[in-house]
């Protein structure tokens, strides 16, 4: 039985990475629905299909940007309000930007976590005091899913 440092086991790891990285890669490619926009007093208007058929071959308007998800430190290693979306998108910026099959968190250059920092940081916004509290907890939170994911890799679970 081959150990987990053998050569085998890491091309096997790194066609598994690609693999794992062409799927985020469609997943993101994936046409998304129209989001929602807001009117001149800030309330959320979602556009609705007309009801006249004449309309139905009008183009829809140009995508918007999509808006920043305000999040605060939870005090812990975790955001608030809702840590499980944070951590999802800590997952799909692993998937989408991971281009080495590193075989653990410390072995990843820090220009590239800083990439990956800002990939993720371009969903939200938080209060400039809470800036190092972010950091540390999304330094936590990327490197224990970065580790389960190399871990569900050599399980064959990806």
Known sequence: MAGRGSRGSHSRLAVEVEGERQLARSRLSAPS?????ADAEGVEVTPQPHADSSHASQPDPPAQQKEKIPITWDGQKGFSPDNNECTQAISDTIELLLNEPWI???EI?????RQWFDKWAEG???PEEEKKEIRKSYDYRVERRYQQIMRDLREGEL
Not at 33 to 37: I, T
């Open 33 to 37: 629905p129209q989001p929602a926009s």
């Open 104 to 106: 653990n968190y410390s």
């Open 109 to 113: 250059p820090e220009d590239v976590k």
């Open 124 to 126: 939200f916004t938080w």
